[in-house]
Nanobody
Framework: QVQLVESGGGLVQAGGSLRLSCAAS????????MGWFRQAPGKEREFVAR????????DYADSVKGRFTISRDNAKNTAFLQMNTLKPEDTAVYYC???????????????WGQGTQVAVSS
């Protein structure tokens, strides 16, 4: 089993920044690609960003490209999502997830964290 625990969410004004962390335990984190997803109230969960096992490859949703940066530290079994220039439409619960495959679809991810709330005020 793998446990993922997100942290770093909170309330921030538009234009501000937050850094989310995802701490993994229970399996070899470096064997898994990792993704961040989010779910706003009344909406479906959506892909935000992903990173390959060693961090060489990253990919972003168009809505966050240029504002968010995904990274990972395999030595610390932790991944990060740096979120800059936040907008009210970024308000959502943010989830980290890991997969032995690679992709942007929810169904491809094997293990999920419990989520951390991000709220951006206008």
């Amino acid at each position: 089993q793998v446990q993922l625990v997100e942290s770093g969410g909170g309330l921030v004004q538009a234009g501000g920044s937050l850094r989310l962390s995802c701490a993994a335990s229970g399996r070899t984190f470096s064997n898994y690609a990792m993704g961040w997803f989010r779910q706003a109230p009344g909406k479906e969960r959506e892909f935000v960003a992903r990173i390959s096992t060693k961090g060489a490859y990253t990919d972003y949703a168009d809505s966050v490209k240029g504002r968010f940066t995904i990274s990972r530290d395999n030595a610390k079994n932790t991944a990060f999502l740096q979120m800059n220039t936040l907008k009210p439409e970024d308000t959502a619960v943010y989830y980290c997830a890991i997969t032995l495959h690679s992709g942007v679809r929810i169904i491809e991810y094997d293990y999920w964290g419990q989520g951390t709330q991000v709220a951006v005020s206008s």
